[in-house]
């Protein structure tokens, strides 16, 4: 199928981009915005330049790069319409959710048609006794643990933004609580992906609607229904893993339409802690012997003394301005009691000066919300200044080694940049400023930024544990997988998007 | 790519079956064994009528197809040599490890070459503080366990069989400990995988092998090293996720010939149990509610009465004949008290009769290697019969009402089976046994399977939660994944095998 439509694009039997699509200067045709609007209606499609450059980029430094059109979808029927009409024309379709990226994932680096997907935010179906819940792409991760207060279930897969959960699903999104309940890739059971054509693929199967013959995909689609993603079971050997291709691919191979995902149940209580330790070395000690003794950490997170200091400012902390790990424990009262005891015993031992406990809610909510907002406070250090967060993950003992090296190559660069990570993971952080109109300071930035992602490689690590690819880590992910690994990703990309029009120039 | 070899596939370009490999007979040709001895080594080649026999089934049913030959590779380089050989040749690759399949992963059903793994069983490294450790595909998960016996890690996924670790990679396997460990699929970070034209791939990544220079694909493979999988970081974002695309792909897509496997710290201290119920629908509560209270169980064991009686008499046992649960706690001393605590509470609510602990290890050991010999149990219940074990998984929501009516279904039938399953995770077998010689029997067998299959579906489950499609479940594959899912699959497969020589027949 793949083969043919590539010849079939060779042949020049798909209409090429601007062949109708676009007028003599390069802009979209009326024919092609109406054809939007007649799919979505007209107050859901914009060429407004305001419109456009908001969805132009996301939070990272890269520079805007405006759609030629934003469209709002919905519901599926006309996701499925908008990539058949794109693919027939050959414009470049760019899925958009909250835009709070930090690879430049959304950036529409050759035009096209951008699909917000915010408007279908509906949580279509909790199913509280197997653990899981269904979801449209517009609901957010808060906007999904407020719906879910009262279950006593909760998701607990949180990046630092409010991002959308499909979103999450389609950079791989991970956060502070991984190293206890996994990242994304662990917490979907089953997806709903319009391919670049306009088919609509469920990655752990339909469920009965299908099988009943109530539920055919074409009457479906006709029809407008409710997207309808089958619960999933906890696990499945059922032919290739489709959910796990989906989740992580950036865009670039298909629309997410709807996510099945792993919910948790709320622990019966829960404390968190900080922690200052008198060296970097101490902290990721700490992590490392608290895992070793299968402590079941929920949270271990490190800032170094500046991030330190920057949310003591930014979020009227007051902890000492040192290496700190902010830790939380999820559990019973009496399972809390001993987690405490030994992390407290273990981070002794390791020269920890002050541990301090946060056992109500209001405090562990107000601690977290710093912690969240460490970007916040980072780019605080330097107002009017652009951040640049990279993120590389190594195996858990080279952390000490590759922190250390990171904070002597931040201090040779003259660069100002802090810290901060999900240690647990071997995963961390460090958000540089950089003043935007200074070229040659965004250069060091990037040049610091590659310098990073080649040591992780150089200690078995990965050049990004959760931001992604996008159009930053490109050559790094060549350096990662290597010729045949890259040749590989090349041929599902072609596979399954033979004309490179989903998300173009993003990963490969 | 992938089109430019079905294209010259098409053409003639590559030699076809037959061409120069095999003789009038279609008999493999003198020549080409000659070939495959001058790359292994004469005495690691077999045409010998009782080594095709041995490794032409598993211990499914299924009826043995042997391949024409069988050959034992000593390292990568060799199975690199022997892939492109079969490749330029058109011949069949059967990957084989221990033979233990239930689905008839390894019958040669086109004829061709089994390449026999197991004697790459070299534990190539274990990183205790990175909690992983990297296998040839010949290691069985006793041996590693037997390994890592004094490091204070262990891996926990445990099919029944002592299986090799890459042929449960190659499988998905998963086993008791799912619940609380996760399958295969959460345990492998890295695979080194031989394409099935002969090249290298690593999953997720190389490490600094690749990048140093020091040791490029092909002057590794000339000189034969030991195989370099990177012992990878717990997390990453980096490009497609091609590890899970290779879990689970069962031989299809290449030969696994290391991995990099998860480990888990040993836990403090382990408590068995078994409980008795006086209903399935009791036993099946009591692991909803348990798991809904967040009790961290290891392992939660359903056996239905026949198999309990079974396991009681294989297995010099002497628990009531009821519907059954087998339960373990991993955790500090205090922390078991309290699981034990409220896991008897919530089995006496549903009405458990008798709660018997094994805290002693040789008490466990005998219990679970009960439970590991369901299948011989089950076995002895029909002397000289063959066995054959479905495998499906629902929503644990679904379990009562699929397991009540198996339970039905098998008295209506009047087949003998037993039910036996990884309840937590709500996956569960049902084995009947069937005299090989009575095809009307092994028709309802069959029968029987495919509609335990569609019920599963029709609960929005899935018709295998771990033994995989095999032989035997290929129509039902169809009805859970629909059109557009057996076409991603089907372009997934001619991508990555574009002559469709990669252990053919077997899932699509």
Redesign the interface.
């Known amino acids: 199928?793949?083969?043919l439509l590539?010849?079939a694009a060779t042949l020049g039997l798909f209409p090429r981009r601007g062949y109708c699509s676009r007028g003599a200067q390069g802009e979209l045709s009326k024919g092609f915005v109406e054809a939007l609007k007649a799919v979505v209606g007209s107050s859901h499609v914009s060429t407004a330049a305001a419109h456009r450059e908001q969805h132009g980029h996301d939070e990272s430094m890269h520079r805007c790069q405006p759609p030629d059109v934003v469209v709002w979808p919905q519901n599926v029927e006309q996701v499925s319409r908008l990539a058949a009409l794109c693919y027939s024309q050959g414009l470049p379709i760019i899925p958009f959710g909250t835009g709070t990226g930090l690879e430049g994932g959304v950036c529409a680096v050759q035009g096209g048609v951008c699909i917000n997907l915010t408007h279908m935010d509906r949580i279509l179906k909790l199913?509280p006794?197997?653990?899981?819940v269904v979801v449209e792409p517009g609901v957010t991760r808060k906007a999904l643990n407020t719906y879910l207060r009262d279950s006593?279930l909760w998701f607990p897969v949180d990046p630092g933004a409010d991002a959308s959960l499909c979103g999450m699903v389609a950079?791989?999104?991970?956060g502070t609580n991984?190293v206890r309940y996994?990242?994304m890739?662990?917490n979907v059971l089953n997806l709903e992906v319009v391919?670049p054509g306009g088919?609509?693929?469920?990655?752990?199967?339909?469920?009965?609607h299908?099988?009943?013959g109530l539920w055919p995909?074409t009457h479906r689609l006709m029809a407008g229904h409710l997207p309808s993603v089958?619960?999933?079971?906890?696990?499945?050997?059922?032919?290739?893993?489709?959910t796990?291709?989906f989740?992580?691919?950036e865009g670039t191979?298909g629309l997410i339409t709807a996510a099945t995902l792993r919910l948790?149940?709320?622990?019966?209580a829960t404390v968190a802690a900080t922690c200052a330790f008198p060296s970097v070395q101490a902290a990721v000690d700490t992590t490392?012997h608290i895992?070793?003794?299968?402590v079941?950490v929920a949270r271990i997170e490190f800032l170094d003394e500046v991030m330190m200091d920057a949310c003591n400012r930014h979020s009227q902390l007051n902890c000492p301005v040192a290496p700190t790990l902010f830790l939380e424990f999820h559990?019973?009262e009496?399972?809390l009691a001993?987690q405490i005891q030994r992390a407290e015993e273990i981070a002794g031992h390791n020269g920890a000066s002050l541990f301090s406990w946060a056992k109500e809610a209001e405090e562990r909510r107000r601690l977290w919300a710093a912690r969240h907002s460490a970007w916040y406070a980072a780019l605080a250090l330097r107002p009017g200044c652009k951040g640049y967060s990279t993120?590389v993950?190594?195996?858990?003992?080279r952390l000490p080694e590759i922190l250390v090296q990171t904070k002597e190559d931040l201090k040779a660069s003259g660069l100002t940049g802090t810290i901060v990570g999900h240690v647990g993971?071997?995963?961390f952080h460090c958000i540089l400023l950089v003043d935007p109109e200074d070229t040659e300071e965004v250069r060091r930035v990037m040049a610091f930024g590659e310098q990073l992602g080649?040591r992780a490689?150089?200690?078995?690590?990965?050049?990004?544990?959760?931001?992604?690819?996008g159009l930053g880590?490109q050559q790094?992910?060549q350096?990662?997988?290597?010729?045949?690994?890259m040749?590989?990703?090349?041929?599902?990309k072609?596979?399954?998007d033979p004309q490179g029009l989903m998300n173009p120039g993003k990963?490969?």
Chains 1, 2 share one sequence.
């Open positions: 199928m793949a083969s590539r010849a199913n006794e197997d653990f899981s006593g950079t791989g999104a991970s991984a996994g990242t890739r662990d391919l088919r609509l693929l469920h990655t752990a199967g339909l469920g009965r299908f099988r009943s995909e089958s619960p999933g079971s906890r696990k499945s050997a059922a032919g290739y893993n489709l796990g291709l989740v992580g691919s191979l948790h149940p709320v622990p019966e490392v895992l070793q003794a299968a079941p559990g019973s009496q399972a001993e993120d993950c190594v195996p858990i003992s993971d071997g995963n080649r490689l150089a200690l078995h690590g990965t050049c990004t544990g959760e931001h992604g690819i880590k790094l992910l350096e990662e997988v290597g010729a045949v690994g040749e590989t990703m090349r041929q599902l072609a596979m399954l990963v490969l």
